[in-house]
């Protein structure tokens, strides 16, 4: 399917592989990657992280022209990652064994995918997080459309504040979005300004709900000065793939083969 937007690129990813795989791909992990991976008590939750890790660097360094192993992966301000020295920003999201990765090559990204039959508590997450016109959208719908409508709308705030950096601290009950005939950001508070946002359906495979928000800042990421220039990448263009990266698989030039 195509890109949601020019210079947006989208993956999904498998996060369930065999232990050699695994091993294999855990090769390209920073020593504070593996450090961190052998924190997770749960083998199953090691392993995703191992795997999602592992194909982020080759999402970045198919982008940027470098071996993954060399993509320079550091945590700015609120614990929000990018990549020292280049422009490309990128974001991840996943549920169960499903992993959605985003990069874009100028403003900021962030994205959220939610298994469509995740059970929620429709009322009280509605009332944290929703605003008064959503709520009441919300109440003239049946149980289980009011559920995905929910899940819908909050795939798309959740997206909205990984893009800032804000996480569960933004505004989301400020945050007005509509999301027919397509979603948008409808007002809030700055830096959730509507003419400065863009907001994406993105359909993958099986049944699962995705946003994709696009923040078309000008704001430099966290680990670069207002003064300081970045060196221009090979960025990205505008696809959608279903990413199915194979230890075996080599990388020359920024591609995969």
Same mark, same amino acid.
């Given at each position: 399917?195509?890109?949601?937007?020019?210079?947006?690129?989208?993956?999904?990813?498998?996060?369930?592989?065999?232990?050699?795989?695994?091993?294999?791909?855990?090769?390209?992990?920073?020593?504070?990657?593996?450090?961190?991976?052998?924190?997770?008590?749960?083998?199953?939750?090691?392993?995703?992280?191992?795997?999602?890790?592992?194909?982020?660097?080759?999402?970045?360094?198919?982008?940027?022209?470098?071996?993954p192993q060399a993509v320079m992966i550091e945590t700015g301000?609120?614990?929000?990652?990018?990549?020292?020295?280049?422009?490309?920003?990128?974001?991840?999201?996943?549920?169960?064994?499903?992993?959605?990765?985003?990069?874009?090559?100028?403003?900021r990204i962030g994205v959220d995918i939610e298994s469509g039959?995740?059970?929620?508590?429709?009322?009280?997450?509605?009332?944290?997080?929703?605003?008064?016109?959503?709520?009441?959208?919300?109440?003239?719908?049946?149980?289980?459309?009011?559920r995905r409508a929910l899940l819908r709308l909050w795939t798309?705030?959740?997206?909205?504040?990984?893009?800032?950096?804000?996480?569960?601290?933004?505004?989301?009950?400020?945050?007005?979005?509509?999301?027919?005939?397509?979603?948008?950001?409808?007002?809030?508070? %700055?830096?959730?300004?509507?003419? @400065?946002?863009?907001?994406?359906?993105?359909?993958?495979?099986?049944?699962?709900?995705?946003?994709?928000?696009?923040?078309?800042?000008?704001? %430099? @990421?966290? /680990?670069?000065?207002?003064?300081?220039?970045?060196?221009?990448?090979? /960025?990205?263009?505008?696809?959608?793939?279903?990413?199915?990266?194979?230890?075996?698989?080599?990388?020359?030039?920024?591609?995969?083969?």
């Open positions: 399917m195509p890109s949601p937007a020019p210079g947006i690129a989208i993956w999904q990813c498998d996060l369930e592989l065999s232990e050699n795989q695994i091993a294999m791909l855990a090769q390209c992990l920073s020593a504070a990657e593996r450090q961190r991976a052998t924190r997770f008590g749960m083998p199953l939750l090691r392993a995703r992280y191992v795997i999602g890790r592992a194909r982020l660097r080759w999402v970045l360094g198919r982008a940027l022209s470098i071996e301000r609120r614990g929000r990652p990018f990549v020292r020295g280049h422009e490309v920003d990128f974001n991840v999201s996943h549920t169960q064994a499903i992993a959605l990765i985003g990069i874009v090559n100028h403003g039959n995740r059970r929620v508590n429709v009322e009280g997450v509605g009332r944290r997080f929703m605003t008064l016109r959503e709520r009441g959208e919300l109440a003239t719908l049946a149980d289980d459309d009011r798309c705030k959740e997206a909205l504040s990984k893009a800032t950096g804000d996480a569960l601290s933004a505004p989301f009950r400020h945050l007005e979005v509509a999301v027919a005939p397509a979603p948008r950001l409808v007002a809030g508070p %700055p830096p959730y300004v509507p003419a @400065d946002w863009q907001l994406f359906d993105v359909a993958l495979n099986g049944d699962y709900l995705a946003t994709v928000a696009w923040w078309r800042t000008e704001t %430099p @990421d966290p /680990g670069c000065r207002r003064d300081q220039k970045r060196p221009a990448s090979r /960025g990205v263009s505008g696809e959608y793939t279903t990413f199915f990266i194979t230890p075996s698989a080599s990388f020359r030039g920024g591609l995969l083969f």
